[in-house]
Structure formats: C-alpha cells, structure tokens
C-alpha cells in the first residue's frame, strides 16, 4: 500500500482556498443584508408594525363577513321571492316557447294535457 504524502505547499494551497471561500461567503452576506428591505435587525425591533397589520387585516375579515352574511340573506330574499311568482303555467310557457311536447310539458309542470296542449299550441304560434 502506498502513503499519502501531504506536503506543506498542498497543505497551504488547501487552506487558502478555504479561506477564499469564507471570504467570499463573507460579502455575499454583507451585500444581502446592505440591499434595501433585507434587514433582519429592523423587522425584529418592528412587532407593534405586525400586529398593527395583523389587527387591519382582523378587522377587514369581519367587515368580509357582515357583507357576506348580508348578501346570502338577500340572496334568499331574492329566491323565495322568485318561487312565489313562478307558476306551473308559467313553467309550460317557458318550456312551450323551447320547443317541447304537449305530453312533455304536461308531466314536467304538473298539469293537465288538455292545458298543456293549449299552452304549446298559443306560444309556438307566437315564436313563429
């Protein structure tokens, strides 16, 4: 087996470029921390900013969800508003105006063929 001879000049060469590496290390942190925004030492001094922000944004989620609540009750409003005024009649024109059957119409709204067949043959007169 052969020794592994180290000598002074490649154990100094090592060490340089070790040192090279620290330096170079060195001011690449001195650059990130000097850039504008990266200031570590500043954000850690600032919590009474966070919790000014952290609270606004509280309250903005409250305010979020009055709105919310408010539009879903309008929305029910709107619903039950519309379910009174929609009759079965109402359903037959709708569906006589696309283009269904009288036996169609009639299952589909709850009324009679006699009806329906009415219903169908007033409003695809009125759609030609």
Same mark, same amino acid.
């Given at each position: ?12 060469i090592?060490?340089?470029?070790? $040192?090279?590496?620290?330096? /170079? #290390?060195? *001011?690449? +942190? ?11 030492? =500043? ?9 000014q922000? $952290?609270?606004?944004?509280n /309250? #903005?989620i *409250?305010? +979020?969800?009055e ?9 029910? =409003? ?18 006589a ?9 009639a ?22």
């Amino acid at each position: 087996m052969e020794a592994v001879v180290i000598t002074w000049r490649e154990l100094l060469i090592v060490v340089v470029a070790v $040192l090279g590496l620290y330096v /170079a #290390e060195l *001011v690449l +942190l001195v650059r990130w921390i000097g850039a504008p925004g990266n200031k570590p030492w =500043k954000r850690a001094l600032q919590p009474n900013a966070e919790a000014q922000r $952290l609270s606004r944004l509280n /309250a #903005e989620i *409250v305010d +979020l969800r009055e709105q919310v609540s408010r539009l879903e009750s309008d929305l029910e =409003k709107l619903r039950s508003a519309s379910a009174a005024n929609v009759s079965p009649y109402n359903q037959a024109i709708h569906m006589a105006r696309q283009g269904l059957t009288a036996s169609e119409v009639a299952i589909a709204c709850g009324i009679s063929r006699g009806e329906a067949e009415l219903i169908v043959a007033l409003y695809r007169k009125l759609r030609i």
